[in-house]
């Protein structure tokens, strides 16, 4: 036997890792990255103040001039704070490591976000999945129904969803809150809320059981990796004692002062794209044999529909036109034929679109 065949728990070694595909010479559109830069002169300031911080000293755990900027400029609530991760990703590990009790599970629609599953798993955590409607909608009796059996001690409603890219119904969500009760947290992640045109942020306070879940990654800062969520203090603080001291890093924290300082310029770039998605729906409404699903998030979910022609074989001749997409086919069964998009700049949509158009009909 092995040293990792002795000590590795048998359910991660028989996990693979989380892929990510090498996108060197592609059209990169697979990882709703938005595509737009800083301008010269915000890239010098900043490199000014990189160059001139601490790096031979920690962060200072509290982040309290970020934590204050970000509750000033992201719209949480009066009275409410924010616990900040190394991405959401963390902070969705840091809410299931705090919460695993034994025989505690996690609840999801799926198709979903792999990490809720991932998380739960890696805590110990049981997760049950509950299949969205043929429509993607929230399946909400199934959903109670869940909740009633399983009482699970974190339920995910991703707003607007991952890789499906609509908003559920918010009174479906209200029923599963109340349903949930003390008994439980639901975490509504807003990972999209930039290009969603609603959020629940401003709802929170009537919720004691929700936690609000966002990050800046989708903003323009993937790089940076900052994730932040709100809830009621009582919970943010069992949270933060979950938390690793200094997860956020000294070039993370100023890089993000800053652009909060900058707001304007990613607001702008948001809208760009919430444009641009506007003009790729309605190319992709206008191609025979696409599907294209609403979206409320920088992607676009579509379905291949031409007889003969599987989402993967698309996906493939994508891939000899050196775009880069997300095949999300064999993620789940409502997913069958199905790839997603990130909404980029015009040339890269027109660069997209263009392989698509050939793809089809090759
Ligand atoms: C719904 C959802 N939540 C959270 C995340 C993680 O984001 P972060 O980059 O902050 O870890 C993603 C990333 O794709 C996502 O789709």
Same mark, same amino acid.
Request: aromatic share 6%; proline share 6%.
């Given at each position: 036997?092995?040293?990792?065949?002795?000590?590795?728990?048998?359910?991660?070694?028989?996990?693979?890792?989380?892929? *990510?595909?090498?996108?060197?010479?592609?059209?990169?559109?697979?990882?709703?990255?938005?595509?737009?830069?800083?301008?010269?002169?915000?890239?010098?300031?900043?490199?000014?103040?990189?160059?001139?911080?601490?790096?031979?000293?920690?962060?200072?755990?509290?982040?309290?001039?970020?934590?204050?900027?970000?509750?000033?400029?992201?719209?949480?609530?009066?009275?409410? +704070?924010?616990?900040? /991760?190394?991405?959401?990703?963390?902070?969705?590990?840091?809410?299931?490591? =705090?919460?695993?009790?034994? /025989?505690?599970?996690?609840?999801?629609?799926?198709?979903?976000?792999?990490?809720? $599953?991932?998380?739960?798993?890696?805590?110990?955590?049981?997760?049950?999945?509950?299949?969205?409607?043929?429509?993607?909608?929230?399946?909400?009796?199934?959903?109670?129904?869940?909740?009633?059996?399983?009482?699970? $001690?974190?339920?995910?409603?991703?707003?607007?969803?991952?890789?499906?890219? %609509?908003?559920?119904?918010?009174?479906?969500?209200?029923?599963?809150?109340?349903?949930?009760?003390?008994?439980?947290? *639901?975490?509504?992640?807003? =990972?999209?809320?930039?290009?969603?045109?609603?959020?629940?942020?401003?709802?929170?306070?009537?919720? $004691?059981?929700?936690?609000?879940?966002?990050?800046?990654?989708?903003?323009?800062?993937?790089?940076?990796?900052?994730?932040?969520?709100?809830?009621?203090?009582?919970?943010?603080?069992?949270?933060?004692?979950?938390?690793?001291?200094?997860?956020?890093?000294?070039?993370?924290? =100023?890089?993000?002062?800053?652009?909060?300082?900058?707001? +304007?310029?990613?607001?702008?770039?948001?809208? $760009?794209?919430?444009?641009?998605?506007?003009?790729?729906?309605?190319?992709?409404?206008?191609?025979?044999?696409?599907?294209?699903?609403?979206?409320?998030?920088?992607?676009?979910?579509?379905?291949?529909?031409?007889?003969?022609?599987?989402?993967?074989?698309?996906?493939?001749?994508?891939?000899?036109?050196?775009?880069? *997409?997300? %095949?999300? /086919?064999?993620?789940?069964?409502?997913?069958?034929?199905?790839?997603?998009?990130? *909404?980029?700049?015009?040339?890269?949509?027109?660069?997209?679109?263009?392989?698509?158009?050939?793809?089809?009909?090759?």
């Amino acid at each position: 036997m092995s040293v990792a065949k002795n000590i590795i728990r048998a359910d991660v070694r028989a996990l693979s890792a989380y892929h *990510v595909p090498d996108a060197t010479g592609f059209v990169k559109l697979d990882a709703m990255e938005n595509p737009y830069t800083l301008s010269p002169e915000l890239q010098q300031q900043l490199g000014a103040k990189l160059g001139a911080l601490a790096l031979n000293r920690y962060p200072v755990p509290s982040y309290a001039a970020l934590k204050a900027a970000i509750r000033d400029k992201m719209g949480v609530p009066s009275g409410f +704070d924010v616990v900040l /991760g190394n991405g959401s990703d963390e902070l969705i590990s840091i809410v299931s490591v =705090a919460c695993a009790k034994a /025989g505690a599970k996690v609840l999801a629609p799926l198709p979903g976000f792999v990490m809720y $599953a991932m998380s739960a798993q890696f805590a110990g955590l049981e997760f049950v999945g509950v299949p969205l409607k043929a429509d993607l909608s929230l399946d909400l009796d199934a959903m109670l129904a869940a909740v009633r059996e399983h009482r699970p $001690a974190i339920t995910y409603l991703a707003y607007p969803n991952n890789p499906t890219g %609509n908003l559920y119904d918010i009174d479906a969500m209200l029923a599963i809150i109340r349903e949930v009760g003390d008994t439980g947290v *639901v975490v509504v992640d807003e =990972a999209y809320q930039p290009f969603a045109g609603d959020s629940f942020m401003p709802r929170l306070p009537q919720h $004691a059981n929700v936690v609000v879940m966002r990050t800046v990654s989708k903003l323009g800062l993937a790089g940076i990796r900052l994730g932040y969520m709100s809830a009621s203090a009582e919970l943010l603080a069992e949270f933060d004692k979950v938390r690793p001291p200094y997860n956020v890093n000294v070039l993370t924290e =100023a890089t993000a002062e800053f652009l909060l300082e900058h707001a +304007d310029v990613l607001d702008e770039q948001a809208e $760009a794209i919430c444009a641009e998605r506007a003009k790729l729906a309605a190319a992709l409404a206008a191609l025979p044999g696409v599907q294209a699903f609403p979206s409320a998030a920088n992607f676009i979910l579509l379905r291949i529909q031409q007889a003969g022609l599987s989402g993967t074989q698309v996906f493939e001749r994508l891939l000899q036109r050196k775009v880069l *997409v997300k %095949n999300v /086919g064999k993620m789940h069964p409502l997913l069958e034929n199905c790839l997603r998009v990130t *909404v980029s700049t015009p040339e890269e949509n027109a660069a997209f679109l263009a392989a698509l158009q050939s793809s089809l009909n090759t």
